[in-house]
């Protein structure tokens, strides 16, 4: 990307105008940081990206209320408890918890913002978060972005951050992020909660549109159409504070929307590669496909089939399984002119098996990082998507998450 | 069911006029049986309901085109190799396998019915096949019913079948069948072959009705809607040797469609239990809905959700991803006006969590048949659907299955 840069351990308080921490409020039984505060020095312009779950959390139907606004100052996570399924005393619930963000930092309850995440059905024990926002209000600094990351983890095995610097005409910008992951990334997400924090000045309306886009591309490229938890949300909120007014049709506000969207893909990446169990990163890529819907649909039923997943993780160039994957999407093709590669090693030509060696495949396969590239000759259009491979420790990890 | 009753240790050939038999021909690494023919004693009314996956196998291209005609007299299955992505030279063989049982059996070749199973991409060995089947052919019998059970398993832990008699006007018609189970049921199922037969006399077109509809209402309610395999067939032959002729608009015939439900819920049932790492069967009842197909795809969205499946198997009453699961299915409903039972436990009422005691919630969740029992306040709607859970043996097993 032209004249930007990655801020090499940046994250959400690597723009200007933004303070954080993360502590432990006592939701987590091990102890570690699990509420998250994020305070602007100023009121922001902000935008928001929620669950398409007719099951929505409390959290998610107050904070999509708050960002229909365009206004907020303020971000508070925890991490547990996901105040879903818990009718109006979880909503009330929510509120408090605003309401005492509002008080212990000092800024209008109406621009404060609420996610949560972790089990279902429990209700969030005021008692701990309420003393959990009071401890952090005063810990929250402009190097706090690291400590944040860390407690809005449930099963991530590490916090997953991004930044990076955009040279504008009027000055430099940046953009910083940070995300947890779902329990597994497809078919079914547990909750992915993301908040990117920017300096530029953009209006609220355009800062809506810019996160809109890159989510479409790239968090919900990791996700199935659809399967979106009761919790997911992803916030996106512009200081100003770098003193750079960014318009459309501008080629720094293009900069600035194609910035938006290289920090959502690392943050999507690095979720889909530490999915639960997951010992690789897999990026399905399907081209040659008559439009970018169909495409997309196609590599996504691969990317969440159970039978693709395991022969990943076992390393297996059973090549059937994608074709098959590929054949239950729902998109027409001609499977007779379909060529396949797994792991850049040539399976399938023109929808008939290619020779190859297997222990060659096999060792090829083992890489943490793999693709599978399926190309159709429907037309032009491709499409990419994210998963991880699926393993015993995932079904360790979800077989006893309550009990 | 009014006029039926089961016949114990029955299948394939528990109604007059057919003959079976499974033989090794040596597909099986492990030689055990791999290839079954069935033989009537005479041509039958045909009809056959076949996978919607876009890639399909030689032999569904193939077999599908004969049963159109209504006519059929011989069926012959290999297991070991799908002849799936095999091109042209898939379909000569699939042809040359038809032709030698035509000369084996003596039968002409427009009625042989071929179905293959096992792995996609492979040419199937034609020196085996063909000694297979002239191996097979003199061996046939009527009671060779188990012997054909045996020969198309796959990963299937036990055979399945089953048969049951009807007391009609005209006399007693007997319906039999057999099952091969899938890898795992849902989302992504592997290869399920079912074959009917039955004595009574019934016009082709009657026939393919009858099937359609009993697959659908079986079947069908353990994969997922569109989520077929390559190879997946279900053929129903009738004989007419019992001297039966059933018409349609008759209480007789009713019985028999009837029957050929029990007959495919009694298979379908097996096959989910017996699905790859299996440790109980679950069936997902959905009630309360607007339609029944929306029921439909709630209970399959659930049914075919990994984080569902997993708590299962942990026997954990993990309710809120039972939640998760339905609110994605795409279909509206109020879920604050929700209830939920699990393994009989009330755990939501209204949308609200209902306080339970975990341990025996866990304890009643170790049954091997564990019903999820979800209640909108859409209308009146039901639908019921079947899967297993999700164990480490499922990984295990499909993580190697080519290497």
Tied chains: 1, 2.
Excluded at 176 to 194: D, H, W
Excluded at 195 to 200: C, F, G, I
């Amino acid at each position: 990307m032209a004249n930007s840069q990655f801020l090499e351990g940046g994250g959400l308080t690597s723009p200007q105008g933004f303070a954080a921490t993360g502590v432990a409020c006592g939701l987590k039984k091990n102890g570690q940081r699990d509420l998250m505060l994020l305070v602007a020095d100023r009121e922001c312009a902000a935008a928001g990206v929620y669950t398409r779950n007719v099951v929505q959390a409390a959290p998610v139907l107050f904070t999509r209320k708050r960002t229909r606004t365009g206004r907020a100052r303020v971000v508070v996570i925890n991490a547990g408890v996901a105040n879903a399924c818990t009718g109006d005393e979880g909503m009330a619930r929510c509120e408090a918890m605003a309401s005492a963000v509002s008080a212990a930092v000092g800024v209008s309850g109406d621009l404060v913002l609420v996610c949560s995440t972790g089990v279902i059905g429990r209700q969030l024990p005021m008692d701990l978060i309420t003393a959990g926002i009071h401890a952090a209000a005063p810990l929250v600094s402009t190097d706090g972005g690291h400590a944040a990351a860390l407690a809005i983890m449930t099963t991530d095995t590490h916090p997953k951050e991004a930044a990076l610097a955009i040279a504008t005409e009027g000055g430099t910008v940046r953009i910083g992020g940070v995300a947890k992951g779902s329990g597994m990334i497809a078919p079914n997400m547990a909750t992915m909660l993301s908040v990117l924090t920017t300096d530029a000045q953009v209006e609220p309306r355009e800062l809506q549109r810019v996160l809109t886009a890159a989510v479409d591309r790239t968090f919900n490229r990791v996700t199935v159409d659809g399967d979106t938890s009761t919790n997911d949300t992803v916030l996106l909120l512009a200081s100003g504070a770098a003193g750079v007014r960014l318009q459309r049709g501008t080629a720094d506000f293009a900069a600035f929307e194609e910035g938006v969207e290289v920090i959502c893909t690392q943050l999507a990446r690095a979720i889909a590669r530490d999915g639960e169990g997951a010992t690789k990163l897999v990026t399905v890529q399907v081209g040659g496909a008559a439009d970018i819907a169909g495409a997309e649909t196609i590599a996504r039923t691969i990317a969440n089939s159970p039978l693709v997943k395991t022969a990943l993780f076992g390393n297996d160039p059973n090549w059937g399984r994608v074709m098959m994957a590929a054949g239950r999407a729902g998109v027409p093709f001609d499977p007779t002119r379909v060529d396949l590669d797994l792991a850049g090693i040539p399976v399938v030509r023109s929808g008939q098996p290619v020779p190859f060696d297997i222990d060659i495949a096999s060792a090829a396969l083992k890489a943490t990082d793999v693709t599978v590239a399926l190309t159709l000759a429907e037309g032009e259009a491709s499409a990419e998507c994210w998963t991880c491979d699926f393993s015993y420790d995932y079904v360790r990890i979800n077989a006893d998450y309550t009990t």
